[in-house]
């Protein structure tokens, strides 16, 4: 007996697919990340929950192929954007990076690989295809880079000045990725150009000619380059404000013989064959019935099932479009091409391989038969009685009798064959309203959530059982695996040189390794230290416990890197005076009282952190679900009594604050950062950089690696000392003694595990080490290094990406007007630049930063807390709501 397994089983379109294969006589399994609506149908002969595409990749597709081996499935057919993380798997197999379940599986999935999957999702690439296809398509502009776009915002300015009140012509603006038109913007010919949320490399728009016509869409299935089922037809309603946006929820079929209906077919096919496409296809098209070279233009495609499957009936035998005769044992009579073509005026038919044993062969593409079709649930969900107030009482009015008109559609979801229960579509509705509070999108976004893709790396973590898995394909540039052993290096350096307090006097934190995934990271182990008047004996107890000092009222507060005390409440506390109103001063500092009482109680400072290297800023890998689910019960176990946590979490261009949210973690908002897109050059045409390189330039200053003694593999200790000081007077004098205190053995320590690379900003022509030797200022004579004085440092780090400078000096007593801070700001830039990454510029001047192309981002501390006594829990979740209501909107209302 044939046997196709589907996966996407919670969409509808799924629903309708395994009932035309159970129609043909075929046992359909599916399968979802959720609890789906077509486990209830009676086509269904076994319904699977598998971990999440998006967020569990390598156990999806292990899960997918363990269900197929069990019930010996013939085809693997994917419905939703899951087809994307499938074909990455079996495209692993090429690269040599495949499990023995991705093998098996590419010789079962109905999908194209991923390249191609790719030139059709990205809507950016996809207008190149159709311009090197030469089919119709709006004029398309990628829009890359926040720098670009403000430039094109003031473009447009003052092109409206110019043309007057109408300006220049109304746009289309859209993610290079997204579905269902959700964050689609009309811009009208008199708007300007909106702030978008973010916009890089990785997450690049389009913006599009605005084209008026009437809209309409197709279904295709496509087998080895041939089409063979096709449908045009028209979303008469949508899931939106009036059923006139979103996705489509009422269906009408455009007649197969008329002019945009066979336009679209032929730009299917024609897309088909370039491609050598197998898979399931959608266009959204505009027809334009005023212009007579190109009446139908092409969107947008859905490289997935759309709703055009509803339209096709039980007799229209659909499922013989993705099976050749040979499997399913169907009577089928080849045609000619001839008589294909002959044909093709009266019924829209395209020619279609038969199968492999007969490749010549050419049969009839399936059509649809049905003319209108819905879908009950969400259709009843969006009537026109939500549409805008001010829309017109006639027009309201005739948008009620469409409506009533549609509801004698036949209902998609509940035929009088198969109807599904209605709990069933409750339940369904209850786990999409669940997803969508919980990853705080809308219901739509929700419904896509756990499985799509926007073009981020896929980088898995490990098979169970097995080494370290490689990248299935698609890594991200810059990327580095775990194995290279620098915070297992960076320890062992910390620990000869005396431990946490002799590298950072203000830390009393131990420190430990932690394998994640692929990766190894530091991991500082904190103990509470009581606010209070006296600490107690329990204090002093764990904190030798765990490698710390003993725990006094009286000592230092703890450096903010290692202490969510000293983050969230002292760092707090000085910075108050930010606050422009003398009231809203006061009042901040009644509620951080409070807020230092509550911490306090709840022990926040009995915390483990993972990726911790005792500096402000740590760069991340994109970790999966599995890894931190592992990770983090691994740490309840050994660490019972403390939180557990990330710092520095942010998501440009990653998915981890997502996956730790899904793992049980609380997002706290930590501080506002800034990003500069580096990896392009807009940033280096900016007025300021451009200032900044030419300063450098004439200053007579040279930047030069910190000489390294092969003997000792770091800087002899003046040198050692030189950078201390440089970065003391700048983060401790000027900023905050919550800064990190470095010592002379945290940077040897650095630099002989390679986590910082220091690079130093010397004045050449100052006094010869030889004959006027400088013990503070100069390196020692062996090491065959002779330069003036060293006035700036920085140390950096490049990873998973990004360059971070969490070590950043100069010498402050010298004259503003030297401009040190601008000459290192610009060295650590074009650092960044030259090795493919972006710089992460952490926090603080923020328009300095701005105005050198820095993006503010929001970034976070994740915790785990579960596994802690509800006292504890509720500490952190007072925090939590203390940031995000309170906080987090102050700071954005005051510009901080």
């Not at 295709?220 to 949508?238: C, D, K, S």
């Not at 230092?556 to 760092?571: G, L, R």
Request: proline share 7%; glycine share 8%; with cysteine.
């Amino acid at each position: 007996m044939t046997t196709v397994l589907l996966t996407g089983a919670r969409a509808p379109a799924t629903l309708d697919l395994a009932r035309r294969f159970a129609d043909e006589g075929v046992r359909v399994i599916v399968a979802d990340s959720q609890t789906s609506i077509s486990s209830a149908s009676r086509a269904v002969s076994a319904a699977y929950r598998v971990p999440s595409p998006r967020f569990r990749p390598v156990e999806f597709a292990e899960a997918v192929a363990g269900i197929a081996r069990r019930h010996v499935v013939d085809l693997v057919i994917p419905t939703c954007e899951e087809t994307f993380w499938l074909a990455a798997a079996v495209d692993a197999e090429t690269s040599g990076a495949a499990t023995r379940s991705a093998s098996a599986l590419g010789r079962m999935l109905f999908a194209p690989p991923i390249d191609v999957l790719r030139r059709l999702h990205d809507k950016a690439d996809f207008a190149a295809l159709l311009a090197e296809l030469g089919l119709p398509h709006p004029a398309t502009e990628v829009v890359d880079s926040a720098i670009d776009w403000r430039h094109r915002a003031r473009s447009r300015e003052r092109a409206r000045g110019r043309d007057g009140a109408e300006g220049p012509a109304g746009l289309v603006l859209k993610p290079a990725f997204s579905r269902f038109g959700t964050r689609t913007q009309m811009i009208a010919p008199h708007q300007p150009l909106p702030t978008l949320p973010r916009v890089t490399l990785d997450e690049r728009w389009v913006l599009q000619e605005h084209v008026s016509g009437t809209e309409f869409c197709t279904y295709a299935v496509a087998l080895e380059g041939r089409l063979t089922a096709f449908v045009a037809y028209r979303p008469v309603w949508r899931a939106g404000r009036g059923g006139d946006t979103g996705a489509g929820v009422a269906f009408e079929q455009l007649d197969p013989s008329t002019a945009p209906a066979r336009e679209a077919r032929r730009i299917s096919e024609r897309l088909a064959e370039a491609l050598t496409l197998t898979g399931q296809f959608g266009l959204d098209l505009m027809h334009r019935p005023g212009h007579a070279a190109a009446s139908v233009v092409v969107l947008e495609c859905n490289p997935r099932a759309t709703s055009g499957i509803h339209l096709f009936a039980p007799a229209d035998h659909l499922a013989r479009a993705f099976l050749p005769q040979s499997v399913l044992g169907f009577p089928q009579s080849p045609v000619t091409a001839t008589s294909a073509s002959s044909s093709a005026s009266a019924s829209g038919s395209v020619s279609a391989p038969a199968s492999a044993s007969a490749p010549d062969a050419r049969l009839p593409a399936i059509a649809a038969s049905r003319a209108t079709s819905r879908l009950g649930l969400p259709h009843a969900m969006y009537p026109p009685l939500t549409g805008a107030p001010a829309e017109a009482g006639s027009n309201r009015l005739k948008r009620l009798k469409v409506y009533a008109e549609q509801l004698r559609y036949p209902d998609a979801l509940r035929p009088p064959e198969d109807r599904l229960p209605l709990a069933s579509l409750a339940r369904s509705l209850a786990v999409q309203l669940r997803e969508s509070r919980r990853a705080h999108v809308d219901l739509l976004a929700a419904s896509t959530h756990d499985l799509e893709w926007n073009g981020e790396p896929i980088v898995p973590g490990p098979s169970s059982g097995g080494p370290p898995a490689e990248p299935l394909s698609l890594l991200g540039a810059g990327d580095e695996q775990g194995s290279r052993g620098w915070a297992r290096a960076f320890a062992a350096a910390i620990a000869d040189e005396g431990g946490v307090t002799a590298a950072v006097t203000n830390a009393t934190a131990g420190l430990e390794t932690v394998r994640v995934g692929r990766y190894e990271l530091p991991l500082t182990v904190s103990t509470h230290r009581s606010r209070s008047r006296h600490a107690t004996r329990e204090d002093d107890r764990r904190g030798r416990r765990h490698g710390g000092a003993i725990t006094s009222a009286d000592a230092p507060t703890e450096s903010y890197v290692v202490s969510p005390f000293t983050h969230y409440v002292d760092y707090a506390r000085e910075e108050l005076g930010e606050l422009r109103s003398a009231g809203m001063r006061r009042a901040a500092t009644l509620l951080l009282r409070g807020l230092g009482a509550v911490l306090d109680a709840g022990r926040a400072d009995d915390v483990v952190l993972i990726g911790n290297g005792l500096v402000s800023t740590n760069l991340l890998p994109d970790l999966g679900q599995r890894e931190v689910t592992e990770v983090t019960v691994r740490l309840r176990r050994e660490h019972p009594d403390r939180a557990i946590g990330f710092r520095s979490v942010h998501g440009r261009g990653m998915l981890l604050p997502e996956v730790l949210r899904r793992s049980g973690y609380r997002l706290l908002p930590s501080r506002s950062v800034f990003f500069v897109p580096t990896r392009g050059r807009e940033w280096l045409a900016l007025r300021d950089v451009r200032r900044d390189r030419q300063l450098f330039e004439a200053s007579g200053y040279e930047a030069v690696p910190a000489p390294i003694d092969p003997r000792t593999g770091a800087s002899d200790r003046p040198t050692r000392e030189r950078i201390v000081e440089l970065y003391r007077m700048l983060y401790l004098d000027k900023y905050s003694p919550l800064n990190p205190a470095y010592t002379p053995e945290f940077v040897a320590a650095a630099q002989r595990s390679g986590f910082l690379d220091f690079t130093l900003l010397v004045k050449r022509g100052g006094p010869d080490p030889e004959n006027h030797p400088d013990p503070e200022n100069h390196p020692d004579p062996e090491i065959g290094t002779a330069f003036g004085r060293i006035d700036g440092v920085m140390g950096t780090r490049t990873a998973h990406g990004f360059l971070a400078a969490p070590v950043f000096g100069y010498d402050t007593a010298l004259p503003p007007e030297t401009g040190l801070y601008r000459m290192l700001s610009w060295l650590v830039a074009r650092r960044a630049h030259d090795q493919g990454a972006e710089l992460h510029a952490s926090s603080g001047v923020a328009d300095f930063k701005r105005y050198r192309g820095g993006e503010a981002e929001l970034e976070y501390t994740a915790v785990f807390v579960r596994h802690l006594p509800w006292r504890r829990r509720l500490a952190w979740g007072v925090l939590e709501v203390v940031l995000t209501r309170v906080a987090v909107p102050l700071l954005a209302r005051e510009g901080l």
